[in-house]
């Protein structure tokens, strides 16, 4: 069986690590936590930004809607804030969808 090289992850990414993952310039990087409050890696007693995987996806979406979908910074803001509504209205209609639920099964119990 050939060996099979596996890609190891880390909790934390530096932000040149994260800047040579997704070539891009780390001052692009800074520019878009700058302009998009959802970025906002944690910093280490230095000030150092430390990346969780999530920040990463955060910023392949921000490529994602300015570079290849055309999206000015504003709109890419507003995108991002429609879906985190979005996400805030699904959530609480899960919780009433629960809610409901529990209390039919009160009801027969």
């Known amino acids: 069986m050939p060996y099979k090289e596996r890609e190891i992850s880390k909790k934390y990414y530096s932000i040149g ?12 990087i800074r520019f878009w936590e700058s302009e998009f409050e959802i970025l906002n890696p944690k910093k280490n ?19 994602h809607l300015l ?9 890419a803001k507003k995108a991002f804030k429609r879906k985190e509504e979005t996400d805030s209205e699904t959530f ?18």
């Open 17 to 28: 690590e994260v800047a040579e993952k997704l070539d891009l310039n780390t001052s692009l």
């Open 45 to 63: 007693k230095k000030g150092l930004r430390k990346y969780t995987q999530k920040d990463i996806e955060i910023i392949e979406k921000i490529y």
């Open 67 to 75: 570079k290849k979908q055309g999206f000015t910074i504003d709109g």
């Open 92 to 109: 609480q209609s899960q919780l009433e969808n629960i809610k409901n639920r529990l209390l039919e099964i009160r009801k027969k119990i």
